[in-house]
């Protein structure tokens, strides 16, 4: 089944412990990235990345770190959380970009950071 | 500075008649325009989109309009079916170079009364 898996679904941590969001796609897409959902607010991207080895920066990127040393994997790092990183995080992929392949997204992850 | 705005929050219209979701934009950069629909606690899933060389594109019952001049697009959902209540979220792409930025809508939430 094609789809993209985010690990953990709900993280509750406290403020300066770092911790890792995974996303991993069976779909062999070129195309990754990151989006927060907050209320009043919607989906705000983070970081995407066009290939391996390639990222770059979304409206939202302070606070966050991502890799992409394979295409099927595309962490999301948040090397010392703080309150306001508390959101829904979305990954989500595509074929090549976005505008020629569907955007598929994960089921999200509730971060709380207290 | 929000580039893409849902200026509705919510909207509720009778199952069987047409639902109109409205979306403007600031950045003449984009060239590409995308719809999602959002069900609680699960991803966005794509539903529609149109280049900016196009006015019109139709899918089902789903048919986005785009006007240019105005910076305007909008998404018509005839009939609508209760199973249309969701968050529909606007969605534009600029290209810098090989580079793809997406930027998202804060959302409309649609009622689909029975």
């Known amino acids: 089944e094609a789809q993209v898996t985010q690990n953990p679904r709900y993280l509750i941590t406290v403020t300066g412990k770092k911790l890792t969001v995974t996303c991993s796609q069976n779909?062999?897409?070129?195309?990754m990235s990151w989006y927060r959902q907050d209320p009043g607010l919607g989906l705000r991207q983070i970081y995407y990345s066009m290939n391996v080895e390639v990222t770059d920066k979304g409206d939202v990127p302070e606070g966050y770190k991502v890799s992409r040393k394979e295409k099927r994997n595309f962490p999301l790092i948040l090397e010392s959380p703080s309150p306001n990183q508390t959101s829904l995080y979305f990954c989500?992929?595509?074929?090549?970009?976005?505008?020629?392949?569907?955007?598929?997204f994960g089921e999200g992850s509730r971060l709380t950071v207290l | 500075d929000q580039q893409v705005k849902q200026n509705s929050p919510s909207l509720s219209v009778q199952e069987g008649r047409i639902s109109i979701l409205n979306c403007d934009y600031t950045?003449?950069?984009?060239?590409?325009f995308l719809w999602y629909k959002k069900y609680p606690a699960e991803g966005p899933t794509f539903l529609i989109s149109i280049s900016s060389i196009k006015d019109k594109n139709e899918d089902g019952r789903f048919t986005v309009f785009l006007n240019k001049s105005a910076k305007h697009l909008s998404l018509h959902i005839v009939p609508s079916q209760p199973g249309d209540s969701a968050v529909y979220f606007c969605?534009?792409?600029?290209?810098?170079?090989?580079?793809?930025?997406?930027?998202f809508g804060k959302g409309t939430l649609l009622t689909v009364n029975p």
């Open positions: 779909m062999n897409h070129e195309y």
């Open positions: 950045n003449s950069m984009f060239d590409y």
């Open positions: 969605a534009a792409i600029s290209h810098g170079g090989s580079n793809y930025k997406l930027t």
């Open positions: 989500a992929s595509s074929l090549i970009a976005p505008e020629i392949g569907e955007l598929f």
